[in-house]
């Protein structure tokens, strides 16, 4: 049987195949049960000895589909497969071209570039990015001052009483104004808003508080 020599891997290949090992570890997942897990995804040709192919380094190359299959079957973001800040180990972006994981990180999701000073499509791509992210925070932000609004009203002898729900209203209409912000600017760039939760919509009808909307949805 011919025995494939690891160096001809892809050296992302090599990499991903080093951060496949120590999550499936981590999870305390056999190779056979994430083979099998990436074979539900519609990966077909992925079978119980897949994975140790991978890890052994026999396999060189790896589709972006097959890499985006692995992080959803070990359940992590596509940057934390791609990049291992603990260990420290270089991303290899090309053959040439390798970067510290978390310069490398950061540029998966718009935060840094690669090149100083970036050019006019990472800047446009950057600034949309943002809007998103600020977007995602906002509306965590929104369900972590409702769960703590319900929770501190489940203690409190007889429920909420009115100064305290005017106060929490107060917090909340604050936290959908700042959202506001970034669902704007994404529509003054020419992009639709993310899709919102639809009790933060309901909740912004309720205290009067105007939310950008794709076009063909009802505003909030």
Not at 23 to 28: M, P, Q, V, Y
Not at 74 to 96: F, M, N, S, Y
Request: with cysteine; hydrophobic share 45%; charged share 25%.
């Amino acid at each position: 049987m011919e025995r494939r020599d690891p160096e001809r891997a892809d050296p992302i290949t090599r990499l991903v195949a080093s951060r496949v090992r120590a999550l499936r570890t981590e999870r305390g997942m056999s190779g056979a049960a994430l083979g099998a897990a990436v074979h539900a995804l519609g990966l077909h040709s992925w079978v119980a000895s897949t994975v140790g192919k991978l890890e052994t380094m026999r396999r060189e190359a790896l589709t972006i589909r097959e890499v985006i299959a692995l992080a959803v079957a070990l359940d992590v973001p596509l940057p934390w497969l791609l990049a291992d800040p603990e260990a420290g180990t270089a991303v290899p972006i090309t053959r040439d071209v390798a970067v510290d994981p978390w310069r490398a990180m950061l540029w998966m999701v718009g935060k840094e570039p690669l090149t100083d000073p970036p050019g006019p499509t990472w800047g446009a791509a950057s600034r949309v990015i943002g809007q998103a992210c600020q977007v995602a925070t906002l509306v965590e932000r929104f369900d972590q001052v409702r769960v703590h609004h319900r929770n501190v009203a489940a203690l409190l002898p007889g429920g909420q009483d009115a100064d305290r729900a005017e106060e929490d209203a107060r917090l909340e209409r604050r936290v959908l104004e700042d959202l506001a912000r970034p669902l704007s600017a994404l529509l003054r760039l020419g992009y639709p808003p993310p899709l919102l939760p639809d009790d933060l919509i309901q909740r912004a009808v309720e205290l009067d508080v105007e939310l950008p909307a794709r076009d063909g949805e009802a505003e909030a």
